[in-house]
T-cell receptor
Framework: GAVVSQHPSRVICKSGTSVKIECRSL??????MFWYRQFPKKSLMLMATSNEGSKATYEQGVEKDKFLINHASLTLSTLTVTSAHPEDSSFYIC????????????FGPGTRLTVL | AQSVTQPDIHITVSEGASLELRCNYSYGATPYLFWYVQSPGQGLQLLLK??????LVQGIKGFEAEFKRSQSSFNLRKPSVHWSDAAEYFCAVVDSGGGADGLTFGKGTHLIIQP
């Protein structure tokens, strides 16, 4: 159990377009999901915490109008990169925290975004 | 703010040799501690975690880690590595009382296995 999926796994888009990434908890309910960004050869940096039914909480330095997060149900959170620029190219990973389990997060396989 | 330090960016180990990856954290209280492994282009797989209790924790794939409060460390060990262990390893912490906080990761250690 505790499987998290992400879609798409890879996406290439043109500058100025918007890209939506989905994160789903397949076999459990997640009131809280997290979005991380990983640059090449770098660690994962927390971007935002997504809470079902409420606004996301963004980390310092992350533009909330640039990275729109929606957590509409207990099994789905979406990250939309708006007006994408080449510097937004990165590996985006989501995680989901299972209800009742002490802060154990289950990670998705990641989405590789390339902005041309 | 909490931080995690993995002092070794790269480590090269011969297959069959023992392994220790270092992790130190900076935090006022005892956090929850994790080790994850990431293969190229992949997501993260949890190796083991420490919440409380016995300070020596066993994980998957033959890994173990020991929490040492006095040293603020949570080093990962394996007695005999296999070529398939080559990957990126991340230590991570989260506030044990924070509830919904995301993880803070170290910069990772790249493990290379020599034949």
């Amino acid at each position: 159990g505790a499987v998290v999926s992400q879609h798409p796994s890879r996406v290439i888009c043109k500058s100025g377009t918007s890209v939506k990434i989905e994160c789903r908890s397949l076999d459990f309910q997640a009131t809280t999901m997290f979005w991380y960004r990983q640059f090449p050869k770098k660690s994962l940096m927390l971007m935002a915490t997504s809470n079902e039914g409420s606004k996301a909480t963004y980390e310092q330095g992350v533009e909330k109008d640039k990275f729109l997060i929606n957590h509409a149900s207990l099994t789905l959170s979406t990250l939309t990169v708006t007006s994408a620029h080449p510097e937004d190219s990165s590996f985006y990973i989501c995680s989901a925290r299972r209800q009742g389990i002490n802060n154990e997060q289950f990670f998705g396989p990641g989405t590789r975004l390339t902005v041309l | 703010a909490q931080s995690v330090t993995q002092p070794d960016i790269h480590i090269t180990v011969s297959e069959g040799a023992s392994l220790e990856l270092r992790c130190n954290y900076s935090y006022g209280a005892t956090p929850y501690l994790f080790w994850y492994v990431q293969s190229p282009g992949q997501g993260l797989q949890l190796l083991l975690k420490y919440f409380s209790g016995d300070t020596l924790v066993q994980g998957i794939k033959g890994f173990e880690a020991e929490f040492k409060r006095s040293q603020s460390s949570f080093n990962l060990r394996k007695p005999s590595v296999h070529w398939s262990d080559a990957a990126e390893y991340f230590c991570a912490v989260v506030d044990s009382g924070g509830g919904a906080d995301g993880l803070t990761f170290g910069k990772g250690t790249h493990l290379i296995i020599q034949p």
